[in-house]
């Protein structure tokens, strides 16, 4: 299985996410949008907001891959250590940020930059800032891991600022054929294309609606004449078993 | 922060999860019903259909947790290797389990039991069956390893059928008050009120709809008398703001 050897890890941080109450809805964005960057989402690992999970989880995963994101754990409250164990992680003290804390008294009146909203210009010595165009108080990079909230909508523009400065490998591009197949019929031949394709991952994704069986196969490639060859593939095997495949995405 | 002492942990395998491609809907649903029986979920992880990875993080996380789940490669194609990796995780042979082809051949008519869908009646040697009641190939327990299939609706009949063999703790309560504060406002009381109640979890959970921000606060504890006076205190400290407190959940 060839992909972009560029690689990342998420680690979402928050015992809501754990506890069930909160859906994450920034993993599936980040690996979308770290694909098109042509780097490869390889782990991601959900912590709860335990000073030892989070540093562990740093550690192990800026040890391993090109870039950690990190969301969630960042904001005014007790339950936000992220900027903490990031710096322990990385066996540097925390410091208020003076760029960060320039940030947040630009945007809060004077009365309202409280002590707590003052964490938030806390980061590790040497870490750089990741803007907030949307609440104001920052991420940081620093290194190869990058801070970044957990509420979607500023996880998302911290992360398209960020973006640019990130460099991929070539993209992944990605094709999906589904037929209303049981996958078990289309197991075999998908294993021969697979065999015979070793740089494109191909992966098979059955789902039931009203009873009847469907499967969406889903080959990625950073090779694009391999990739189109192996869809074709995919495709033949689909009409000879007497199934129309559609295209999907 | 007490919680439960019984925990868990998920393990989702699967390419299409860190593509992005599929959004993970059964670590939700774990989390929530874990939390019911008394099972705190500790860990999640995310990791793709590598053996290496897969054999990795089950025996990471079984070493280190009451119970794991994992959830997804339990299929007849080529990239279903779940029970190949536990078996290596367990150091036990993968066997033909003579249990779980009978149910196959139960179910599917003789031309139709393929090699490939005879694939899903391997499990480690030595593990017991998890039933399917949707789609009939078996999940399987091995020592404190549950393993489930990705499919939604299957992973929840599956989970479902087990649920009543799990030993878990007192169940742990919550309570969620939603206010219309900035989350920096409320933030030193509440994290006054966590240091009164370090038995009760507090969280605090920012958004913004509109621009207008809000904040919920959940309480999560298993002594519904200590739960109840800290979701007390927090409804007077959101009061002493100005704002009035929503149960929500």
Chains 1, 2 share one sequence.
Not at 11 to 18: K, S, T, W
Request: hydrophobic letters at 45%; one cysteine or more; a negative charge.
């Amino acid at each position: 299985m060839t992909e972009a050897h560029v690689t990342a890890a998420v680690l979402v941080i928050g015992n809501e996410i754990l506890s069930g109450r909160t859906k994450d809805a920034n993993l599936p964005y980040l690996g979308e949008r770290l694909a098109e960057l042509g780097i490869r989402l390889a782990e991601a690992r959900v912590v709860p907001d335990l000073e030892a999970e989070i540093v562990a989880a740093v550690d192990a995963l800026r040890a391993r891959y090109t870039y950690v994101f990190t969301t969630g754990g960042i904001g005014p409250t007790h339950d936000d250590i992220t900027a903490e164990c990031v710096a322990a992680a990385f066996g540097r003290p925390l410091i208020r940020n003076p760029e960060a804390l320039a940030l947040l008294q630009a945007h809060y009146a004077p009365g309202d930059l409280n002590e707590a909203r003052l964490r938030m210009a806390n980061t590790p010595e040497g870490a750089s800032l990741i803007e907030n165009p949307i609440s104001h108080a920052p991420g940081f990079r620093i290194e190869n891991v990058h801070v970044l909230a957990g509420v979607p909508a500023v996880m998302r523009a911290m992360f398209e600022g960020l973006a640019p400065g990130l460099t991929g490998g070539p993209p992944l591009r990605s094709r999906t054929l589904t037929s209303k197949l049981p996958e078990g019929a289309l197991a075999a031949g998908l294993g021969a294309v697979q065999e015979r394709y070793p740089e494109v991952d191909i992966g098979s994704y059955p789902s039931f609606r009203d009873g009847r069986p469907s499967v969406a196969v889903v080959l990625r490639a950073t090779d694009e004449p391999r990739l189109a060859a192996a869809a074709e593939e995919v495709g033949a095997l689909i009409r000879d078993l007497g199934a129309e495949p559609r295209e999907t995405g």
